[in-house]
């Protein structure tokens, strides 16, 4: 577990990447902190389906979050950025289920990503201290999200959604969902063309919490409204405080 490069600081937010070994397996990431003082919240950050840490919107909402004073992390969810396999890439531009599947399982399923986020947060913790801290993360970021939320109690809130009681680890989250008890934000497109509207609906029945509340917007997968996207942050920022 080692920091792999310095600190770099653009307006107001300073930037370092880092590298775990789980098992023999690397995983990067990168932190964002403000420049300026102490961030007493951390925000986890988990990108959807081939994407990466450095995703636009991840970047967007990390540093939405160092703006309202917390530390935000992310890391290559399995077979995505610096953890792609070679013999089975993604494309960006069109989502093959099957390939996909293949390599969820590949990069150690639900239980392994949930391995690699806590060993993550095991990391920042021993670099910082233990802070509230919460979860940020759509369709992929969900598939990895729920699990973590589950299973770590230092999960207090979580901002969930795009995601359905199906795919490569449907069974898992159907399993899962009733163990999640913290506050939830969960969105939903009305007319998402890649995770059917009512298995959404019905993940979200299950969900364990008592304090969750449903965002649906017309549009498709990706067209998460930017004005949605600004009031999770808001209330991961009520709750982690």
């Known amino acids: 577990m080692t920091w792999t490069s310095d600190a770099v600081t653009e307006d107001g937010v300073a930037e370092r990447e880092f590298v775990i070994e789980r098992d023999g397996s690397a995983i990067p990431g990168v932190v964002w902190s403000p420049s300026q003082g ?10 959807g389906g ?7 919107y991840i ?13 935000a992390v992310a890391i290559d969810g399995p077979g995505h950025g610096d953890r792609a396999l070679d013999d089975l890439p993604l494309d960006q531009e069109m989502v093959d289920l099957e390939r996909f599947e293949d390599v969820w399982h590949r990069g150690g399923g639900t239980a ?3 391995a690699d ?3 993550t ?15 940020w993360g759509l369709s992929m970021g969900t598939m990895m999200g729920l699990p973590l939320a589950a299973a770590d109690e230092r999960i207090s809130v979580a901002v969930l959604g795009l995601m359905g009681d199906w795919g490569p680890n449907g069974a898992d989250l159907v399993r ?4 999640v008890i913290c506050p939830l934000w969960f969105l939903v497109q009305w007319d998402d063309e890649i995770v059917p509207r009512e298995t959404s609906l019905a993940l979200f029945d299950r969900l364990g919490s008592h304090r969750k509340t449903l965002h649906a917007n017309p549009g498709a997968h990706a067209e998460v409204p ?10 991961l920022d009520r709750y982690l405080r």
Do not use: N
């Open 38 to 47: 102490v961030a007493d919240r951390l925000l986890l950050l988990g990108h």
């Open 50 to 56: 081939t994407a990466d840490k450095r995703a636009d």
């Open 59 to 71: 970047q967007e909402v990390a540093r939405l979050a160092v703006g309202r004073g917390m530390e």
């Open 112 to 114: 392994g990503i949930v």
């Open 117 to 119: 986020w806590q060993v």
């Open 121 to 135: 947060i095991d990391f920042i913790e021993s670099q910082r201290e233990t802070r509230p801290t919460g979860w």
């Open 176 to 179: 899962l969902a009733p163990d």
């Open 226 to 235: 930017a004005s949605e996207v600004m009031a999770s942050i808001g209330y």
